[in-house]
């Protein structure tokens, strides 16, 4: 399963390609219009979204005020709420990085909570043999077995997918399902510490090993590690000749094998990348949060990361704020559950209608005459941004 | 409810700090109005585990002054800690009943040295001297209802052999699975219990698949212990077998097949916490209890249960109910022939070590 | 003799009879939903979402037999609002530059989340379930008779999927939506209208996961929970590639992994009882062996539809 994001990659390359042409004042003009229409968008479907979900809460006679101030308190308005959704969002950043990678290939992974799971188990399974280690020592080598696994275990759905047709898609799937079987057999089994009675967990990490909160929050590290890891992936997809190559593979991978590009090792090693990072929000989890391996890893991370990445359009640069705003939503789920004495369900309807009414809104890019570049000075880029350009599928 | 305390809400406002020194000002033992917050990690009318919970729960909902905030399918990672905290700084909640065994280490842990105003109980968990003394766990001697099911269960059977559906081979899931095939025993030493493990507590169509497969290999009277007991009554129904309730009252899924079933009642219970509360005094921190206590209870007996089985249960509960009860009596074996009690020697309810149970009694088949 | 006593008489047997059993039991929502992909597929669309339909159908099938006393009322109902969802994918797909696989993902969190929102008041109350037919009556073992108590949604299941093979290769209808399915711009130098086709394809797709959905909740495990799907829609949608877009391999697929998830149970009940975790995971397992074993690079996508931009 390929998603036509190759079509609207193909169309901003030509843009980036042809906006040095413009002189600078003008283009940097283009290029504010162009951002500005990214923001306005999407806000604009979410301000829909809320309302028609107020017109579906006042049907069933609760209050729509009531709601947006809870949406508000419980997820952005105060220190905590704020925190709250930040703590939600560091684990999906890299969640959600697993499949923007890919993306960039046109490949559809939809596996990451495996090499959630499996980068949880491997930093708990390394620290147990290390204890008394140096703590910098022992945090490094757990990350480290993290990423080792998680870029095997997604690195081989990358491998399979290039070298024998295998599909990604549904490789990425199974092996995701049997990650979190070996899991679970290994924390009841081998790795079982014998102390975890009732929570079969492996052994609990020396105090040295734990990975603590940045400084002046209580959000773990996961949150800057999974924030730099977005510019990062950003800088390699957008700025290096590997993320070029990348791309050019996405669009058509006989023309890049014409060019002599390496198409097989870039989908394995962008698999495994995004693999490493997945893995490495297992390693938080296990490092900064339970201080062990167990059943608990296994929360969906991998799922809603699907979702981030393709709200994102697969943009690195785009998965903070969406996987914020998701930690948001999720953060102030539970006031209103307790609040307006709604079903826990209710905060799913709400995201379900969010994200359709933000993905209708990818239609209307380029329908409004105000965010065009053209109008604001730089016609080639305009014309790449023209939605003719690109056929619906 | 909602409404009487929003201007206390509108005051915590919501930062943390804010927060603990409101609650600290009006501290969280004193008498009047009070907040308790209850977590579950599933759906919370589920016929089962949180079902128990949520009528132990509904319960304190009428008593004056207590307010009860209750939020379901709480993940057992941060989201409970924030869960908590948000109860606490946004609710103002002076107790917090979190009720999933994954719960307490490290989350409850962690939160009750973050909020030593805030009284913290949990279900299952094993509290322990070292652990903050503002928490602590409550959990009854279920194992009880398993044996009276087993009795009951012993009288149904025509083949010799039960069933059992079982999440995960930890020690309180064991002692059930024991104490089933003890009651049933202690009726005719000649019956065995076949167990499934499904790995998760909560699949329904490898509970139902676990109830087939039993059924399949003989067994006709099927319990089990899931979070949720429905999906395997009712295929156990369904297929004509005989069933065993666990957690809550299943009587309505599977009308006369059903013979009893081991009953949770945490009303008693989270009421005694919040009148301790209301009276200045802090919950204990290590709470047992069994029949005895009224922690546990069985379901009305169905109409299949015998004139025989009914004396021979009630005798036993009478028994049970004197406290001291052995499940666990010698000479007895594992199923892999080590012994675990010599004649003469036995585990009353409350023995410590049934609180680490690694081992399947003789007559059971499957392995911890 | 009846069936009583026989675990240790049927040994080994009564792994392969559970297998048989646990094939015709799980397969049939598998089989549904991958029937319903592959229409969809075959006309050039992807929805991920039918794991959301699949779970709303289940609630309003379950809902539904509760509120009429009819579980066939619920079985049209659940297929009813699975093309709506359908329908809703396909028409939002339309619209230029909105992502199809993204979108299926939305749907099924708001399908998920409907369906919770929604089923609350259903989880308590029991429905009247689907009717089953004996087969195994000529058998006087208990196993083999349970073993062959067959759905009549597993037995349409079935047939259908022979018909849609058959309906693809034979019918104009068939070679319509192939025709779409594997070159838009064929299809409209053709005069088709392709945009149409899709939504009445997905539409179709959509039905058939509704309905998938009915057999979850009103026969097999037959009862309403949030948990009930578990992720089984999702699988479904998987399989359609291991099936290589084909009806009747969809057949072949739902019934190896029906029939695999048995294992575990079975093989606990006849005293292996290590490692089930591994056992459970034997579907997974096995379907990935095939998977690899039959993909080849170089006829790897033998049978996907050109639109669905497998060959880049």
Redesign the interface.
Known sequence: MVADTATTDAASADSAVAAPRAPAGLQLRAWAARRAEAAVIPLGALALGLGLFSLFLASLGKSPAAFLDLVY??GF?????LQ?SL??AAPLLFAALCVALPARLGLVVIGGEGAIVLGGLAAAAVATPLSGAPGGLGIALMALAALLTGALWLGAVGALRAWRGVNETIASLLMSYIAIALA?HLI?GWLRDPAS????STRTLDEAFRVGPLPGL?VHWGLAVGLVACLLAWVLTERTTLGFAARIAGGNVRAAQIQGLPVGRLITGFTALGGALAALAGFF?VAA???NA???LV??YGYTGILIAFLARQNPLAIPPVAFLLGGI??SS??I???L?V??ATILVLEGLLFLLVLMGETLYGRFKVFSPHLWGDKQAAAGLKPSGAPAP | M?HHSISRRTLL????VL?LSALSARGALAAGPMTVGVIYV??K???GYNQAHAKGAAALKGLPGIEV???????????VQ??M???I???GASLILPTS??Y???HVLIEAKKNPKVQFRHC???WTEANPKNAGSYFGYIAQGQYLNGIVAAHAT??K?LGFVAA?????VLNNINGFLMGARSVDPAITC??????EW?????????T???????A?VITCHVD?P??TV??AA??GAFVCGYHADQS??AKDKYLTGAEWDWAPIYKGFVTGMQAGKAPPNFLRGGLADGFVKMSAYGPAVSEAARRNADAVKAEMMKGGFAIIRGPLKDNKGNEIAAAGKGLPENAPEL??TGYLVEGV???A | MS?????GDLGLW?VL??VI??AI??STPFLFVSLGETITERSGRINLGLEGTLVFGAMSAYATAVLTGSAWAGVAVAGLAGGLFGLLHGWICRLPRVNDVALGIALMLFGSGLAFFFG?AF??P?AP?LPAIPFGNWSDL??VR??LQINVLFLIGAALSVFLWWALRNTRIGLVVRIVGDSTDAARAMGYDVDRVRLLATGAGGVLAGIGGAYLSLY????W????S?G?GLMAVALVVFARWNPLACFGAALLFGGA??L???L????V??G??LF?AAPYVLTLGVLIATSSPNHALAGAPGELGQAK
């Open positions: 308190r419980g308005g105060s220190s905590f709420a709250n703590q939600r679970n009841e009675l009732n929570k079969p209580e989890e949060v339970h201080g167990n059943g608990s929360a969906g999720e953060a539970g006031l559950q307790r609040r004495h079903p826990d | 909602a406002g919501g930062t943390a927060g599933g759906p009318d589920d016929y905030v209750e939020e379901e399918n709480v993940r057992e990672t941060t989201d924030k869960t905290e948000s109860m700084n946004m609710d065994f994954g307490f280490d490290p299952g968990g094993l025509k083949s052999k995960k081979p930890i020690p309180q076949q167990v499934i493990f499904t790995g909560s699949l329904a169509v490898k509970e139902a698949e676990a087939n497969a039993l059924i399949d290999g003989g006709d949720s429905k999906v009712e295929t369904r297929r309505a899924l609180e680490s088949r499957g392995s | 069936g009583l006593d026989l675990p009564s009879l559970a059993g646990g039991r799980v609350k989880i308590q029991s379930q208990a196993q349970a073993a097999y495990p037959g009862s929970n949030e948990g009930i578990s089984q998830g048995a575990g149970p079975a606990q009940s006849v005293g009882s290590q089930y975790y459970y």
